[in-house]
């Protein structure tokens, strides 16, 4: 067998086991290599795989495959230890930008002298090559997509910063990625095989947010039944995004002070320090200089925050990942199997080209969705666009109208498009156009995905 002959391992040791393993899986354009050892845990990630699931090798190597694949039949490789070997077998995975992949999954174990399950290779296939395939790297980050030179800018800062631990502090327009971006640092850091979590900090009351953020012991207060530990612990050794930090009150910027000078807090109703060590993330869409000189921000918390500042442009100035990002959730939603569009109607186009986004990236996911929802056929027309885009002169914007409490939900998610638009990307004016307070306006964003 070629495998044993002697010259061959003479060659296979001259060019190394591992270069040959490498180019012998970057051959597999279409298809995604890896290999895990007998706990499951990743040990070779090919180029192929990070192309197909969203997810560099730095950031799957060392974890458990059903992590990192997030299958939700999440019963593998257990199986295979037992069966050997798995030809083309059908499981679903989903990417860490949360979109899923239905795949073909080839695969054989190994086993040691003992018979006992010493790892595996496996070949996982997109079902539909076309409509899996994620854009060319270079494009795609951690499920992040862009072309845009500032985007590509603020992509290389995450690289160069993740294995350190400095703080870094990501401003952009709500919807610009900011909480994607914080998941990539955190997915490059040494950190990512512990917790990511997040909050706003604009959605919570101050109270709520306080306990939310460092816990509470029982009994601090009314309904305090048992102690609860805040996201600070519970992101333990990982990362903690704070988004909106700009809205934090006075009295929770000192304590986070606190945790970023010494490492610990004191939980509300308690009285001895919890020690912590995570690496903070903060976005706003705000300036924190401006917020800090007029006294809304501590200055020395804002230093400590914006050791790494990155900013992400809103999409109205990046107008080319408007087309990577069209074609990307076109392919996403035509694995759905309901609607397959193949092309864009050019004056469709011309509309989303020339459309602000005041939501940014989310407002075009929900805009695709609504063209699924509701068109047919393969071609993406006007007809298939919400009907914001089909206004005579959208620029021109109705007064700040009815209060919610009188508007029916489907004018509520109007109004709060409305707002946006109004806002241009800030949340304080487009609250106030829609006459709420911004934690309202935040929830009701939410709940209408824009
Ligand atoms: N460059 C991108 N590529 C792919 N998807 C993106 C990109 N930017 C944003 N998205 C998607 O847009 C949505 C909003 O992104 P994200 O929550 O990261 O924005 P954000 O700036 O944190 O918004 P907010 O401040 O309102 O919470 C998500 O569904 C995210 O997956």
Redesign the pocket.
Known sequence: MAFSSPVFQRWLTQIGADHVLEVMTDLFESGAVFIVDANSDILFWSKGAEQLFGLSAAGAVGKPCNTALNCDNGNDPCNLAQLGIVKAQAVRIRRP??TALECYRTAKAFYDNAGNFAGAIEYLQPQNPEAGALPPAGESFH????RDPK?QEAIQIIRNVAATEATVLIR??????????AHALHLESPRHYQPFLAI?CAALTPSLLESELFGHVKGAFTGAVRNHAGLFQRANGGTLFL??IAELPLELQAKLLRVLQERNFIPVGGDRPVSVDVRIIA?T?RSLREEAKAGRFREDLMYRLRVVPIF?PPLRERRQ?IGL?LQ?LINRHNLQGHRYVDRIAPEAMRLLLDYPWPG???EL?NVVEYAYAVGRGGELGIADLPPEFREPVRSRLPPPVARLSRAQPADEAELIRQALQAGAGNLEQAAQYAGMSRATFWRK?KKHGL
Request: charged residues 30%; negative net charge.
């Open positions: 930008d949360g499920g992040i997509l862009t985007m952009g327009e709500s919807g610009t990625g900011k909480e994607m971006v706003n988004d909106e976005a869409h992400l990942d990002l990307h940014n990236v989310r996911n964003r």
